[in-house]
């Protein structure tokens, strides 16, 4: 009698147990889900406000197709070589225990900035070069203004540990 109430216990214990484990699984699914879709969707709408140059800027400077073409290979260029100064920086920290110079790093990307704008320069005319700058520091105090946790910044999460370390610090 008494082994029958263990066995119906441990039976009992058991099938409670893969049950949870089945519920908590499929929450985890479920909430993956939604992440990848919301992932997804944030995707799309920066690749629609990264667009450059801005149907807002194309119509301020009255820029004609050539010059929309050129500052958009301008733009990809100056994203080309950022991205790999950026990869550079990574390999560097990956291989060094040492983080690298910020302030070298600042001074590069800086200078790269420089480039970019001359070229954009050689593009515009006087006033459009004039109006072109007025827009960028727009878009710079706005996006300075902007609260903690929209577009870059804070790109929320709370408490998660940074610079993608896991565990206790």
């Keep these: 009698m008494k ?28 909430q993956n889900v939604k992440a ?19 149907a807002e800027m194309i ?16 733009r990809k260029d100056h994203t080309e070589k950022m991205e790999k100064l950026r990869k550079e920086r990574e390999k560097n920290r990956e291989e060094q225990s040492e983080r690298p110079d910020r302030e070298e790093m600042r001074k590069q990307m800086d200078k790269m900035r420089t480039e970019q704008e001359a070229e954009y320069k050689k593009i515009l005319s006087e006033e459009q070069f004039k ?21 870059r910044g804070n790109r929320g999460g709370g408490d998660r540990p940074r610079g993608g370390q896991s565990g206790n610090r």
């Design 36 to 54: 990848k879709d919301k992932t997804e969707q944030t995707q799309d709408d920066k690749k629609q406000k990264r667009e450059f140059p801005s």
């Design 3 to 30: 082994t029958k109430l263990i066995l119906s216990t441990l039976a009992l214990a058991f099938t409670i147990g893969i049950s949870a484990q089945e519920t908590t699984t499929n929450t985890k699914s479920r």
């Design 131 to 151: 109006k072109f700058r007025e827009i960028q520091e727009k878009e710079r105090k706005e996006r300075r203004d902007r609260p903690q946790g929209e577009g």
């Design 59 to 74: 119509k301020e400077l009255s820029l004609s197709d050539k010059q929309i073409e050129q500052m958009k290979a301008v």
